[in-house]
Nanobody
Framework: QVQLVESGGGSVQAGDSLRLSCTVS????????MGWFRQAPGKEREYVAS????????FYGDSVKGRVTVSRNGAKNSLYLQMNSLQPEDTGVYYC????????????????WGQGTQVTVSS
């Protein structure tokens, strides 16, 4: 059974930085991509960033491009999201997810999801 556990969320001020981590337990078979998504209260889930698991090539949503960096450590089965210059609109629950079908933004093609970590940014 594959489990994803996010950590690193918290309450920060606008302009601050956070680094989220996602640790995967269990054996990943044929992983193509891993990604980060977020959901703010009353809003739909939004794609943040993802990485091609084998090559490490990274991709970003338009709302975060230039402010976040996604990376992975295959040896540790871990995914990271470095977020800089955080703004109140970045507030939400951040989820990591694993996919055998995609390494981009198609959330329906992600197989396993973590429980999420809360990020709150105050102005």
């Amino acid at each position: 059974q594959v489990q994803l556990v996010e950590s690193g969320g918290g309450s920060v001020q606008a302009g601050d930085s956070l680094r989220l981590s996602c640790t995967v337990s269990g054996r990943l078979l044929s992983t193509l991509g891993m990604g980060w998504f977020r959901q703010a209260p009353g809003k739909e889930r939004e794609y943040v960033a993802s990485v091609h698991w084998l090559t490490g090539e990274s991709f970003y949503g338009d709302s975060v491009k230039g402010r976040v960096t996604v990376s992975r450590n295959g040896a540790k089965n871990s995914l990271y999201l470095q977020m800089n210059s955080l703004q109140p609109e970045d507030t939400g629950v951040y989820y990591c997810a694993e996919s055998r079908l995609t390494y981009r933004s198609e959330s329906d093609e992600y197989d396993y999801w973590g429980q999420g970590t809360q990020v709150t940014v105050s102005s």
